[in-house]
């Protein structure tokens, strides 16, 4: 007796589908699973097992194998349970085989028969549709995830006994539907503000200057002075996710197991603050079979990075590639997967070990090698990556005190949304360049051009603070992005002069 049972896996932040062949014959009892299972999928046994007898189904004492297909691709994850209790249930005749034509069945089950949540839902079922599937079987908890896709038909069920009696015809079920809309009308509502943050009003300009332009942003302040503050409340004022954004971020969460289960789609721009002793595989991802890390959790929202020296330097050194490429590549003996990593990079320090090098009002204990040393934890090459270095000085009491609000993110975002469609429509004809900062040195010299003014005052800059090749190109996209801010066609020189003003760590008071 021999049955065929469609399941699916996910492989990087792709799906391929696994089928599940089930042979039962009248030998010695035993139940084996060849295919390169993991040590999850070979439990599977037990649990199998204990769900079909616990719905009130005969287990039946004869030998079973369970062969997942394609044999050459490592199957890991407990999502093949109930695939494989269906194949064995249909292998003995008590489902008919013609209800499991054009059907993938995904799903943990618990010893009673329960269903379980399941990741990589989203992933799994985009490419049910572009294999022209025309349903999903899977737990109730994550059928709103896979019904967000259109053209395939999502049953959620709450055991296997429910998955049976619909198989056999005996219950109706609804398809599952998510609403879209409502899912997109809660967007940009965030917790946070910029209103809530009193003075800094240059820092501030400074962030809308990154987010209108996607710019990685460094802020240099004594302890105290709201660096952290300011920087979680960036992704406020960044343009609303575009539902193939929105899409591609979910289906990095779903796979890795950290999508809220209240939440079908992720409509909020991520934000991921990982602590300083994160390891680089946590940070960029790896392990034995490769899993997104947090540059991937943070794709089209914001990374910060707190405290940054304090970080291992070889973690710092693996960012450079994801900034450059906006992609991770993990690869291993015998696999290579590409992982998405287009973020904004935010990162926070304070000026010397102590934190006071730059506060007027309490003095510095560091020596300037100390000083020098801890500066040099940061590589010069990660921070030429990054576009804008600011200082966040100590805010004075008359700006905490004060009664008035400042500027609220609404208004700042409906700047950088403006200045954004202007760049949107200057790339248009480019493939993977969306904004400012994702620009080339071919893009910059023909966008960025300079009047004589402009050249003069840069080449001052560049001779005065010693800045390296790589800096006069990031001086360059921040002055586009200033003149986009304003509507200004030309780039013009107070453009350049205030991009200049965000290289503090070029000037010579970071020198000594």
């Not at 979910?250 to 390891?279: C, D, Y």
């Not at 100390?370 to 805010?395: C, F, N, T, W």
Request: with cysteine; glycine share 6%; hydrophobic share 40%.
């Amino acid at each position: 007796m021999l049955s065929k049972v469609l399941s699916s896996s996910t492989y990087g932040i792709e799906a391929y589908l696994v089928e599940v062949e089930t042979h039962v014959e009248k030998q010695v009892p035993g139940f084996i699973i060849v295919g390169l299972p993991d040590n999850a999928v070979k439990e599977s046994r037990e649990r199998v097992i204990a769900a079909i007898k616990n719905s009130g189904i005969q287990f039946p004492i004869k030998k079973i194998t369970i062969n997942l297909a394609p044999a050459d691709i490592k199957k890991e994850g407990s999502s093949f349970d109930l695939p494989i209790a269906i194949g064995i249930l249909s292998a003995l005749e008590l489902i008919p085989l013609e209800s499991l034509q054009d059907t993938i069945f995904l799903g943990e089950l618990s010893l009673d028969g329960s269903l379980r949540h399941i990741k990589g839902a989203l992933p799994i079922a985009v490419e049910a549709k572009s294999k022209s599937i025309k349903r999903i079987i899977l737990p109730n908890d994550s059928a709103q995830e896979a019904a967000i896709v259109d053209g395939v038909e999502v049953y959620g069920f709450d055991n296997l006994s429910e998955v049976v009696s619909f198989l056999n015809g005996e219950l109706e079920k609804v398809v599952t539907v998510t609403d879209k809309e409502n899912l997109f009308s809660a967007i940009n509502q965030y917790h946070l503000d910029f209103a809530d943050v009193k003075g800094q009003e240059n820092v501030k300009r400074a962030l809308e200057v990154a987010a209108a332009g996607a710019h990685n942003i460094l802020m240099i302040g004594p302890p105290g002075s709201g660096k952290t503050m300011l920087a979680k409340r960036l992704p406020t004022i960044l343009p609303p996710m575009t539902f193939n954004e929105a899409l591609e971020t979910t289906k990095i969460h779903s796979i890795a197991g950290i999508l809220a289960r209240e939440k079908a789609i992720i409509t909020e721009r991520p934000f991921r603050s990982p602590h300083h002793t994160v390891s680089d595989a946590a940070l960029v991802g790896g392990g034995s079979f490769p899993k997104p890390g947090e540059v991937s959790f943070a794709h089209h929202g914001v990374l910060f990075l707190d405290e940054l020296p304090e970080f291992k330097k070889n973690v710092l050194e693996v960012l450079r590639q994801p900034l450059e490429d906006a992609k991770v590549t993990v690869s291993r003996s015998k696999l290579s997967l590409e992982f998405p990593a287009n973020f904004m990079l935010a990162a926070a320090m304070n000026p010397c070990p102590c934190g006071f090098y730059t506060d007027p009002n309490k003095e510095c204990t560091c020596s300037p090698p100390q000083i020098q040393k801890y500066m040099a934890k940061i590589s010069g090459p990660l921070l030429d990556r990054i576009d804008i270095h600011i200082e966040v000085p100590a805010v004075k009491y008359k700006e905490l005190s004060s009664k008035s609000s400042g500027e609220k993110s609404e208004t700042i975002r409906e700047r950088v949304i403006r200045a954004r469609e202007i760049q949107l429509q200057r790339f248009k004809d480019y493939k993977h360049i969306y904004s400012n900062g994702d620009m080339g040195s071919k893009e910059i010299r023909q966008f960025c051009k300079l009047d004589d003014a402009g050249e003069e005052l840069l080449k001052l800059a560049m001779t005065k603070l010693g800045l390296s090749a790589r800096a006069y190109d990031r001086i360059l996209k921040v002055s586009r992005t200033i003149a986009d801010l304003e509507n200004s066609e030309n780039i013009l020189p107070q453009h350049i002069s205030e991009a200049i003003q965000y290289r503090s760590l070029d000037r010579e008071l970071w020198k000594h």
